[in-house]
């Protein structure tokens, strides 16, 4: 049974910056590809960012490059995303996802492409 859990949201002022955690459980006999999403009130479920199972491919949302770093520990099974320079746009909740793969290279950036998801923490950034 695979199991996802998110840690790490809370609330912060603009500008400010957080760090969320994400710790599988049941992948560590496979490969995978994870990734952040978030999904704002109204608004579809976007991806912030997605790590291949070697971690040399990574994918960044266009509203997220060069302020969100993701990362991940194999020998842990944790994926992390660092986000810096938050902004009130990036209020959400976000989510945790993992999906298996035969590459050790790919990512993928639709929420369709994900079978695995956490339960989601709240990101809230004010003004």
């Known amino acids: 049974q695979v199991q996802l859990v998110e840690s790490g949201g809370g609330a912060v002022q603009a500008g400010g910056s957080l760090r969320l955690s994400c710790a599988a459980s049941?992948?560590?006999?496979?490969?995978?590809?994870m990734g952040w999403f978030r999904q704002a009130p109204g608004k579809e479920r976007e991806c912030v960012a997605a790590i291949s199972w070697s971690g040399y491919n990574i994918y960044y949302g266009d509203s997220v490059k060069g302020r969100f770093t993701i990362s991940r520990d194999n020998t842990r099974s944790t994926v992390n995303l660092e986000m810096n320079s938050l902004k009130p746009e990036d209020t959400a909740v976000y989510y945790c996802?993992?999906?298996?793969?035969?590459?050790?290279?790919?990512?993928?950036?639709?929420?369709?492409?994900?079978?695995?998801w956490g339960q989601g923490t709240q990101v809230t950034v004010s003004s």
């Open positions: 996802a993992a999906v298996r793969t035969v590459s050790t290279s790919s990512t993928y950036s639709g929420a369709k492409d994900y079978n695995y």
């Open positions: 049941g992948l560590t006999s496979s490969r995978n590809t």
